[in-house]
């Protein structure tokens, strides 16, 4: 592992069955972050969904630990440890803080790899556009942002003129739209994508349709599973063994 000057904050042990995995708190450039596992010449960067936090890469590691890999997630900005934040609206911000975690794995390992569930997927292909990563992992992905927000506004009865007028619009479910947000998904499509992915999809994944799935691993070449009767968010004892087992499986036989 190359010599990398760590902010250590705090370190516990995380149980898993019989097998203990090692988890130190950090911080990069103000990102609350961990990492997980023994030291190890290769990691995989966790990028974690809407509502979710940097602690729930502990399922990830149980399984890539035992395989000699190591794990980074961090907390998005009002998330985890930031969920008291300012409410930013600008993806910019994150793409940023990704690209922050990146050039320090590439500064602490040798072999850099993407797990990234959800909106953190939408997010890690914006910000690893230009990367070839080792590997990546993608559970229940969000590949076209147009799409969900598409939708969430035709639900809502709001246009795309009315957004652009009034910057930001709160939902009926208290979901709140912005024309900072929208315009950047608009001149940003996800074209290029070169680092070997496998996917991990929900039948009844309510986010996002299987005809985009498909046509996306059909573009970049990626493998793609799809889960009978799973859901988007992966939470039921039956989804998570499931999951676990994709995992340990996809890792065991990386192109």
Known sequence: MRHCRKIPIAA????????????????????????????????????????GSKDDAELLASVVCEQGWQVISFDLSEHGQRRHEP????????????????????????EVALFAV??????????????????????SPILDMKYVISNIMRRAGISQERLKQERMILTPVGQPLFW????????????KWETPSRILYAE??????LCIVRNFAQKFDCDLSVMKNGE???HTPQQ???????????????R
């Open 12 to 51: 516990q042990e995380i149980s898993e069955g019989r097998s203990k995995i090692q988890k130190s708190a950090i911080e990069i450039r103000g990102i609350p972050a961990a990492v997980w596992g023994s030291r190890s010449e290769k990691v995989y960067i966790y990028a974690h969904g809407q509502g």
């Open 87 to 110: 409410a930013s609206c600008d993806p910019r911000r994150a793409i940023l803080e990704f690209r922050e975690i990146l050039l320090y794995a590439k500064k602490c390992w040798d």
């Open 118 to 139: 959800s909106l953190g997927a939408w997010l890690g292909l914006q910000s690893f556009r230009d990367e070839k990563l080792s590997d990546c992992l993608f559970v």
């Open 180 to 191: 900072e947000y929208w315009s950047f998904v608009l001149n940003n499509p996800i074209t």
């Open 204 to 209: 009844n994944d309510d986010m996002t349709p």
């Open 232 to 234: 988007h968010w992966f």
């Open 240 to 254: 998570l063994d499931y999951l676990r087992r994709w995992i340990k499986s996809a890792v065991e036989n990386r």
